[in-house]
């Protein structure tokens, strides 16, 4: 569904800027997760735990910008299992499925690229960041589980608190999650491609991919049932 | 009362989901608080202050996340004492209280479990963290105290704001309380089963949970003087 | 004026309600204060700017919780000049205005007290933190005018928006104020009571107090002329 | 546009009275920004981590309540490119650019002299912070154009979102780009005037400007398509 409605759903927005839409926000999202690891990397002085709050910090206050900005045309997606499992739930058609997810895609490494170049480092550099091990992979799909399951409820029944809802998860997970909640396909291949703070060793992604599809398959039959399937008429709430 | 009433008010949705609900919700809940609590003291070197920031921020981020996603299926009370208080001032009828009550149980240790597991700590590891002494109970008797006024108040008065008033009221508790504020007992029994940053001694539980049932007695008074109890009609207001 | 008014605009709320309200409003804020102040110096090992931060993330997370709590029973002015400058202003009857200042300063050192006794410290006992100077008092007065101009300013344009606008101001004020941003009689008179982090000493408060007199009343002035003064159908904006 | 029109669209507030809430509301951002860098240097012991965690922290907090504050008479701008880029969006009459340009620039000097002799620095000192190279314009462009992306999407589809969106961005951007996000010409400009933390070198600043003027070009381009022009019709929205 799309997290904040209004302008999707009464204004026909075309298919081709809900693409750029997501697009351009998954890229901002990833410049604010690589770029403030980098920042608080550099400057902690080696207390991992300061680089983590302020990474963790910052990428919650980013994506409430990001989702209150792109939610009104695309939905705010983000991440592509969000937006297939809204097309598992009857929430949008298959077709604009694939769209959505090249758009994820390449507007996260775009992100990547970008913060690598704030921080003079080069736009694009295989990460040597470890992340292996079945906690990690059980913390991934405790993780998507969770997201999907935030995103849903507060679909249901508090849609204006939806981008605080969104921002306020993932800032704990990064902390509850011994994976520090990547949650995201896409993001999960972008990372790789830094090799800063925020980077995951290419061999390490699948595995981490594996878990968040696990997870997010339990959630989708978890959804269904505890808050139902959404009317076509929750589409046109209001999100003032 | 139910916190976002607006699901469990017209949709009459199942004791069994509101059951689900309030299990999965805890279970999230002690998730993060457990497992933010790991990662923080893990990662702080020895800073507490900064391990608690940590786990204050990822508490209330998460309270925020899960009080919206499962306020509209079943009020999103997480904690025994709020379901008893609200049977007692008449906002719930006395015969859902011990499914709630046990639904938050299960979930509380359930979500500890996935924690410590993330974490590659036993599933289940008996606290030794020992939490004694009258001041630290005085503590847990104003943390109560205080949060089921907040719950109240503004569940009368300002609704919609109430998972932020929630939140923010918790992440403050954990700094102006000696006992970091369980108020919950739930929270108190399952943390005995973690040997981590916020694990308690199961020796020190009962102290912690008779504070609790003492603050929680006192809200119950002052509220129905103070803020009155509701009309039949405040199960119905929008939380839009 | 009324932070959320519409119990009291709308219900007839008794005046011995709303005293107790910004008592136990009071008392509450002051705990916070006082009690975050102690944890964050014992557990910072001596880095004050961890110590401020969990002091003032403490601080603006238990006002947005108090505000929405008691902001509809009294308006949750806890605070002296609040109350001053809304009888200044016409929003409230001066016959008020005595028993909302005793509450607030009974109710500030009952949470010092409360405080103190958490942690173990003399429930009552005189700070010797001393704060005086010039560009302290300069300080003091550039907070008091600030708060009441976002008070202000909030109610008239965005009130649902005000404890969130309230609670933001004064955590950002503890940093960017010399003084860490007491803007508040009840509250310094109320922290000469206890020798911690939080404390003032008795002979600092009178000048402390001076100054924001001094800046309160300035900002009445700017208020009336930049704001307007509300109509009385202000009162009765619903705040959902 | 105006953040927060409802008084701007409804009741024909004067254009001295906005020019003032212009200037006040950017003096008291710049007060915010400086002040809090040098508390949080001060207290930091050399954590610049730390240090700039309570800068972002509180600045993030104080546009939270100066924009709500503020917004409902001058829409709150406190930001000469984004008058700008609302006038070339047709959204505000260029005769009302010079007027509210003016007043950015004297309230950010205000503020930062205001904020100097807080902490007893001289009113105006000449920064030797030296900001300087490709990759801080580089950030500076981005930080610019997402700043503008974030207030238009929000504006024409979250609006009651916007002063969280705004603070959330500010917040994240600290961190995510390497120049620590300025964004704003009048608040370079100023920040040459403080020997601080936050200072920049007047040497360093038409740089600075310049590449915002980049990223503000390119964002208005992307608006006009990606959300359209808004109607006439969007001043009216209620923001409530």
């Known amino acids: 569904m799309d997290i904040i409605d209004k302008g999707a759903a009464g204004g026909g927005i075309s298919y081709s800027r809900r693409m750029a839409a997501e697009g351009v926000g998954t890229a901002m999202l990833l410049a604010a997760v690589v770029g403030s690891g980098i920042m608080g990397e550099r400057l902690a002085g080696g207390n991992m735990a300061v680089a983590l709050l302020a990474n963790s910090i910052a990428t919650g206050a980013a994506l409430l910008a990001i989702i209150t900005t792109f ?39 775009a992100g990547v690229a970008a913060a690598n170049a704030m921080f003079d480092e080069p736009p694009i550099s295989p990460s040597t960041h470890a992340r292996a091990g079945f906690s990690l992979m059980f913390a991934e799909s405790i993780a998507t589980f969770g997201l999907l399951l935030v995103i849903h409820g507060c679909s249901r029944f508090a849609r204006p608190h939806l981008p605080f809802a969104v921002a306020g998860y993932i800032t704990a997970a990064y902390w509850f999650t011994s994976s520090t909640s990547f949650a995201n396909p896409a993001v999960t291949f972008a990372r790789t491609a830094t090799n800063t703070f925020a980077g995951i060793r290419a061999a390490d992604a699948p595995g ?4 968040q599809l696990a997870g997010g398959a339990a ?9 139902g399937v959404p009317a076509g008429a929750a589409k046109t709430i209001d999100n003032s």
Chains 1, 2, 3, 4 share one sequence.
């Open 208 to 211: 981490f991919v594996a878990a």
């Open 71 to 109: 939610g009104g045309v695309s939905g705010a997606h983000l991440n592509p299992l969000v937006t297939v499992a809204d097309a598992c739930l009857g929430c949008r058609p298959w077709r604009e499925v694939p769209g959505y997810l090249i758009s994820q895609f390449i507007g996260a490494l």
């Open 219 to 227: 959630a989708v039959v978890l959804i269904r049932w505890l808050f």
